[in-house]
């Protein structure tokens, strides 16, 4: 099975730590060049150091706010002329919690400017380069929430569904031309994000953080917390040569807790 990603480039966003960084770090010890994007410059160089790096590596970090359109544009821009990206992980930190109907118009075009928007703008960025390689890989980081909406997370729900939907008709559109987009949806995993979710469902339950962590992994069957590094083993697979014939599909990375097929 090919998995060897060596001489391909990847652009992973959301790279600077959690799930963004550890895809990056996978991406490149299978071979390829890594460019991480994030809006914090301190930490990409941080991140930045952490790659393996081979002979005809090239690993590079260019910096943009995703609350900011007009930054993201001009830094994707900046790097397509440079270079031809063959794999696109498009990821962000999630919206607030909370319930739909605290929610103000700005949470929702805030999430909406970040999820949606920025994956357009890039994707639109990358892909006439992925046609002139012949090789396309986009992959979205989005959320079980797509399959199955989760309590408190009114927000996120409705925007990670219209990732997907976006991701399924980009699929239908790119397909004739051997590019594939995916979607991972990772489920509970041991990130700053899950630690954020457990704090504030506590206090809104009135409940410990332990007791609120006890109540989660009830519903887990594999027992436990996932790690950063096995939802980046899927985004891996989704980007090789080996998943050529793979597209427009959502894949749960979360030990069984979705319970819909």
């Known amino acids: 099975m090919d998995i060897s990603l060596k001489g391909k480039t990847a652009l992973i966003c959301g790279s600077s730590d959690g799930i963004g960084l550890s895809t990056a770090q996978v991406l490149a010890r299978l071979g390829a060049s890594c460019i991480l994007f994030a809006r914090n410059e301190v ?11 081979e ?17 993201v544009e001009i ?21 607030p919690p909370g319930p739909l109907l605290k929610a103000s118009s700005m949470n929702f075009r805030d999430a909406f400017n970040r999820h949606v928007l ?10 006439p380069g992925m046609k002139r390689t012949e090789y396309g890989r986009i992959i979205n980081i989005i ?13 996120s ?13 980009l699929s239908n559109e790119l397909g004739m031309f051997n590019i594939t987009v995916n979607n991972v949806l990772p489920g509970a995993t041991r990130t700053a994000r899950l630690s954020s979710l457990i704090k504030e469902s506590a206090k809104v339950e009135q409940k410990t953080a332990l007791e609120v962590e006890e109540e989660m992994l009830k519903n887990i069957p594999m027992k436990r917390f996932g790690v950063a ?23 749960p990375v979360d030990g069984g807790r979705t319970p819909s097929l």
């Open 55 to 71: 002979p005809g590596q090239q690993h590079r970090y260019a910096v943009a706010d995703f609350n900011k359109l007009e930054e």
């Open 157 to 169: 729900n409705t925007i990670r569904a219209a990732v997907a939907s976006w991701a399924k008709t």
């Open 229 to 251: 590094e096995e939802v980046a083993h899927a985004i891996a697979f989704l980007a090789s040569p080996a998943a050529s014939y793979i597209t427009g599909i959502n894949i």
């Open 143 to 155: 959320s079980t929430s797509v399959k199955a909406p989760l309590a408190n997370l009114g927000v």
């Open 118 to 127: 920025c994956n357009q703008l890039i994707t639109q960025a990358v892909v």
């Open 43 to 53: 930490k990409l160089k941080t991140a930045l150091t952490s790659l393996q790096i």
């Open 75 to 95: 830094a994707v821009d900046r790097l397509t002329e440079e270079v031809n990206i063959h794999i696109l992980v498009n990821n962000s930190g999630g919206p």
